[in-house]
């Protein structure tokens, strides 16, 4: 498939998701959306991939929604409206790219290489390790819009960054610091602005080299699922199971024995074929 705003480019076991638009910093489209979606549940479905990367074109990550269109940008009734549906097409249904990232079987990065702001800094939230140039800003501006967050924002942000923090980034829309993001608990590492892409890689690999695609698979669901519950006995009920499914398959094996004999593992089981029965364990709830 072809896209018309981002790039997909695979490198070994590494996708790189690049938005592409750089002459207007990337911002923001619903067509950006729609493909962002169709480029999370492809990496999903490709057992090749094994980590995906997301940053952007040129000097920015994502300077959020295009407001080219004027003052109408983000009436999904108006003309020139690009915020949240895409010309000639009826609008996503479901949580759009939000929900494909969450349910993707591969971890993800995202590699803020410069401003990334609204639905830039929003559209992070789903990814699993996020980190930065130390020029970037992050900014989550809704309520200097007159609008509120978005991208289901109002659920992830309080649980990477706590509740006072979001309520303080949230409520006063003012641009942050990389290093204040990263104080915050929101950024995993700053690192400087050449850097940005080249260190994501390193983590990437370091995940695709040695660990096994559905344990990651796994791990990620249960630690983003089960990280505002109230006890721990529900998650109890699931990683009994797949730890006792999982014990008697040849990834454990693999894993042992590659320790043991102190060499790099060569996991067998693919995401497309070897999840455990208890996944997904939410449908039966």
């Known amino acids: 498939m072809s896209y018309?705003?981002?790039?997909?480019e695979v490198d070994g076991p590494i996708l790189t998701?690049?938005?592409?638009?750089?002459?207007?910093?990337?911002?923001?489209?619903?067509?950006?959306?729609?493909e962002l979606a169709d480029a999370f549940q492809r990496a999903d479905q490709d057992d090749e991939v094994r980590v995906v990367i997301v940053t952007g074109a040129g000097r920015g990550f994502c300077a959020g929604a295009d407001i080219s269109g004027g003052a109408g940008a983000f009436d999904a009734k108006a003309e020139g409206s690009v915020a949240?549906?895409?010309?000639?097409?009826?609008?996503q249904a479901g949580g759009g790219f939000v929900e494909a990232i969450f349910n993707c079987r591969k971890p993800s990065?995202?590699?803020?290489?410069?401003?990334?702001?609204?639905?830039?800094?929003?559209?992070?939230?789903?990814?699993?390790?996020?980190?930065?140039?130390?020029?970037?800003?992050?900014?989550?501006?809704?309520?200097?819009?007159?609008?509120?967050?978005?991208?289901?924002?109002?659920?992830?942000?309080?649980?990477l960054v706590g509740l006072p923090q979001a309520l303080r980034w949230c409520l006063t829309g003012t641009l942050i610091t990389a290093e204040e993001a990263k104080a915050g608990g929101l950024l995993a590492e700053v690192v400087g602005p050449e850097a940005v892409l080249a260190r994501a890689r390193e983590i990437a690999l370091e995940i695709a080299e040695n660990t096994a695609p559905v344990s990651i698979?796994?791990?990620?669901?249960?630690?983003?699922?089960?990280?505002?519950?109230?006890?721990?006995?529900d998650l109890l009920?699931?990683?009994?199971?797949?730890?006792?499914?999982?014990?008697?398959?040849?990834?454990?094996?693999?894993?042992v024995g590659a320790f043991l004999e102190k060499r790099p593992p060569r996991f067998p089981g693919r995401v497309s074929s070897d999840m455990p029965p208890a996944y997904p364990w939410w449908d039966e709830t």
Do not use: C, H
Not at 84 to 91: C, I, L, M, T
Not at 217 to 232: C, I, K, S, T, Y
Not at 241 to 253: F, I, K, T
């Open 84 to 91: 949240f549906q895409a010309p000639g097409q009826p609008r």
């Open 109 to 159: 990065i995202a590699a803020i290489n410069g401003a990334a702001v609204g639905v830039g800094a929003t559209l992070t939230l789903p990814m699993d390790i996020r980190i930065a140039s130390s020029a970037a800003k992050i900014g989550f501006i809704f309520a200097r819009r007159g609008l509120v967050p978005e991208a289901g924002s109002a659920w992830f942000l309080p649980r």
């Open 217 to 233: 698979a796994l791990a990620r669901q249960m630690l983003w699922r089960f990280a505002g519950a109230p006890d721990p006995f």
């Open 4 to 8: 018309e705003t981002i790039l997909y």
């Open 237 to 255: 009920k699931v990683d009994g199971p797949l730890s006792m499914q999982l014990g008697a398959g040849p990834d454990v094996r693999e894993g």
């Open 17 to 34: 998701v690049t938005l592409n638009r750089p002459d207007k910093l990337n911002a923001y489209t619903a067509v950006m959306g729609a």
